[in-house]
């Protein structure tokens, strides 16, 4: 079974930056999987922000992040990263790496001066 454990969120000033971490564990070779990041706002719904595919070469954004947003992996790491920069108050919420049925638990990310 697979596990996800998000990791880096935190407070940060519009306008800065923040990476966060996706550890997976529980296979064989992280290399199988493609991974997405999600996000959940204050009462909203949450939403598919961005996902890279199993090797790395296929990769998109949702349009409120991209150019500010880069999703990367290291499968020798068994992690998935989300370098956000620039980033503004609508970026607040909780964030969740994912593949098919499996979730982790989020980290919050608040964006406010």
């Known amino acids: 079974q697979l596990q996800l454990v998000e990791s880096g969120g935190g407070l940060v000033q519009p306008g800065g930056s923040l990476r966060l971490s996706c550890a997976v564990s529980g296979f064989i070779h992280l290399d199988y999987y493609s991974i997405g990041w999600f996000r959940q706002a204050p009462g909203k719904e949450r939403e598919a922000i961005s996902c890279?595919?199993?090797?790395?070469?296929?990769?998109d954004y949702a349009d409120s992040v991209k150019g500010r947003f880069t999703i990367s992996r290291d499968n020798a790491k068994n992690t998935v990263y989300l370098q956000m920069i620039i980033v503004n108050p609508e970026d607040t919420g909780v964030y969740y790496c994912n593949h098919q049925e499996y979730w982790g638990h989020g980290t919050q990310v608040t964006v406010s001066s």
């Open positions: 890279i595919s199993s090797s790395g070469s296929s990769i």
